[in-house]
Nanobody, 120 residues
Framework: QVQAVESGGGLVQPGGSLRLSCAAS????????MGWYRQASGKERELVAA???????TLGDSVKGRFTISADHAKGTVDLQMNILKPEDTAVYYC??????????????WGQGTQVTVSS
């Protein structure tokens, strides 16, 4: 059984900062990709940031220059540092972990989600 557990959401004023953390656990042989997605009310889930085992990083256009992703693929942890937050960043943020288990089974695990609300 594989799990991804997020922490760090909450309420913050516009211009403020928050840091989200996610830890994966369970029978994971190798993690290839760790990332963060978000889903605002009435909208589809979108990629915020992702990082590959190779070190390459992808950031959504709306968060470039404000958000930073960092991960330790060996430990199964990924953080999202969010700065200069805007009301439009309000959403439920989900951690995603992709890789392989010890039986060569593909893993695509989502966390339960953590609410981020940006409001004055």
């Amino acid at each position: 059984q594989v799990q991804a557990v997020e922490s760090g959401g909450g309420l913050v004023q516009p211009g403020g900062s928050l840091r989200l953390s996610c830890a994966a656990s369970g029978r994971i042989y190798r993690i290839d990709t760790m990332g963060w997605y978000r889903q605002a009310s009435g909208k589809e889930r979108e990629l915020v940031a992702a990082t590959e085992r190779s070190g390459s990083t992808t950031l959504g256009d709306s968060v470039k220059g404000r958000f930073t992703i960092s991960a330790d693929h060996a430990k199964g942890t990924v953080d999202l540092q969010m700065n200069i937050l805007k009301p439009e960043d309000t959403a439920v943020y989900y951690c995603n972990v992709r890789g392989y288990g010890y039986n060569s089974n593909f893993i695509d695990q989502w966390g339960q989600g953590t609410q981020v609300t940006v409001s004055s």
